[in-house]
């Protein structure tokens, strides 16, 4: 009887474990490979996007990244960890939609980009780039118009306001 029991119970312990499934959470969005890539979603789905954007392409001042700092203890297997600071006054507000889709800007962070690490006797080296990394909601009601579409995402707030492209493709 208890190995009846624990037959029935373990797959809904093993499943109450699976890993969410990616861009289904704000936590394990989807990773566009460039902000130019397409963002696709299915008539009554929502995906979480994540986009990394130059820091310039979004015309954030280098200085804003100056309270971002490398802590060269941290490490991410042989690499210096990427730090990020919240950027909750980052704005984004979405226009030339297709009917049916909305997109909501879900978090925003300032990254520095940890593209290379060198380690020497004496000191450690890294190469980044400044990014600005934002998480965003994209939803397509049942309803929404199929195909692709090119919508325009406006950034502002503390003396950005940019825009940029969003490759959108609403399908089966």
Not at 77 to 93: C, F, H, I, Q, Y
Not at 98 to 125: C, F, H, M, W, Y
Not at 134 to 146: H, N
Request: charged share 20%; hydrophobic share 45%.
């Amino acid at each position: 009887m208890k190995k009846f029991l624990l037959a029935l119970a373990l797959p809904a312990l093993l499943a109450s474990c699976a890993p969410a499934v990616m861009g289904a959470q704000p936590y394990n969005p989807v990773a566009l490979e460039t902000p130019f890539s397409v963002v696709r979603v299915a008539p009554g789905q929502t995906v979480f996007v994540q986009i990394k954007y130059p820091r310039a392409m979004l015309g954030v001042s280098e200085s804003m990244f100056d309270a971002v700092v490398i802590d060269f203890t941290q490490r991410v297997g042989v690499d210096v960890a990427s730090p990020e600071n919240r950027a909750e006054w980052l704005k984004m507000t979405a226009s030339d939609l297709p009917k049916g889709v909305n997109v909501e800007l879900v978090q925003a962070g300032l990254l520095k980009d940890i593209r290379r690490t060198k380690d020497n006797s004496a000191s450690v080296q890294v190469n980044y780039a400044e990014v600005v990394r934002v998480v965003l909601k994209v939803t397509a009601e049942p309803g929404a118009d199929l195909g692709p579409n090119i919508a325009e995402l406006n950034f502002s707030g503390q003396g950005v306001d940019d825009r940029a492209l969003l490759s959108l493709s609403v399908e089966k």
